[in-house]
């Protein structure tokens, strides 16, 4: 099997619809019947104090 093209994404979960989608928004046309594999890549984690949060928060009526 050989690879047709190579694109890096951040999200916080990937699937093949995902993966087509950023392949469409890169210009990359895939061949039809193309599998497509992903590799989770590094994990990041994020962090702020409750006040920052508080500061920038915003109150969503649901």
Do not use: H
Not at 1 to 27: C, P, S, W
């Amino acid at each position: 099997m050989r690879a047709v093209a190579q694109y890096v994404v951040l999200d916080t979960n990937m699937n093949a619809r995902k993966a087509r989608i950023a392949f469409r928004d890169a210009g990359v046309a895939l061949p039809k019947g193309c599998t497509i594999k992903w590799v989770e890549g590094e994990e990041k984690t994020y962090s702020m104090s409750v006040e920052t949060f508080l500061e920038n928060a915003t109150v969503i009526d649901a």
